[in-house]
């Protein structure tokens, strides 16, 4: 099946600092990246999506200057999140789709374990 | 797309099948039913997904009943690797690149 890759698996920052978490899609181009959060014991929220070479539509409540997306490949999108605070650590996860006509299936990440002290 | 309703948690002896239930009542004609998996930590897993018919793959079984407001996930014979939190999902598709909304799912745990 498709393979999407995320990275870092895991990473542990100071409060203020930008962190920047990658997912690409390894043998399929994906016109649409989704970004998920998920806090302990709660289901996957989503919160942005992303499309390729156009600005990402941001869920409500979900702070377009605080977590910037970049989608400018056909394999890779980007999340950033700018100057995290504790509040922020969470866990974070891509999915791909491979676009509309073939979109039967979305393929997930492994995620990103944010950490932020 | 339509809420579904699943059991909060299970448990399942290893090598026993595992039944899974899942209502979605107010299911459209164009959704389909989705189930993916969560093992801690990690990112969701493809499971299978149907229309109307029952459908078989190498993972697991899925039964939608007539009216297809219920369906079930099938583990044949569970192993403690399918302990995991079990998401049933309706979804419209195709016709554009939505993303899947996740509900509170089930974990099921595989007992030795």
């Known amino acids: 099946g498709a393979v999407v890759s995320q990275h870092p698996s895991r990473v542990i920052c100071k409060s203020g600092t930008s962190v920047k978490i990658e997912c690409r899609s390894l043998d399929f181009q994906a016109t649409t990246m989704f970004w998920y959060r998920q806090f302990p014991k709660q289901s996957l929220m989503l919160m942005a999506t992303?499309?390729?070479?156009?600005?990402?539509?941001?869920e409500q409540g979900v702070e377009k200057d605080k977590f910037l997306i970049n989608h400018a490949s056909l394999t890779l999108s980007t999340l950033t999140v700018t100057s995290a605070h504790p509040e922020d650590s969470s866990f974070y996860i891509c999915s791909a789709s491979a676009g509309a006509a073939t979109n039967e299936k979305l393929f997930f990440g492994s995620g990103t374990q944010l950490s932020v002290l | 797309d339509a809420k579904t309703t699943q059991p909060t948690s299970m448990d399942c002896a290893e090598g026993r099948a595992a039944n899974l239930p899942c209502n979605h009542s107010?299911?459209?004609?164009?959704?389909?039913v989705y189930w993916y998996r969560q093992i801690h930590s990690q990112g969701p897993q493809y499971i299978i997904h149907?229309?109307?018919n029952n459908e078989t793959n190498e993972m697991a079984s899925l039964i939608i009943t007539e009216d297809r407001k219920s369906s079930t996930l099938i583990l044949p014979h569970a192993t403690l690797r399918d302990t995991a939190v079990y998401y049933c999902?309706?979804?419209?598709?195709?016709?554009?690149?939505?993303?899947?909304?996740f509900g509170s799912g089930t974990q099921l745990t595989v007992l030795p």
């Open positions: 999902i309706v979804r419209v598709v195709p016709g554009s690149a939505r993303q899947l909304t």
């Open positions: 149907g229309l109307k």
């Open positions: 992303s499309n390729e070479g156009s600005k990402a539509t941001y």
């Open positions: 107010t299911i459209s004609g164009n959704e389909y």
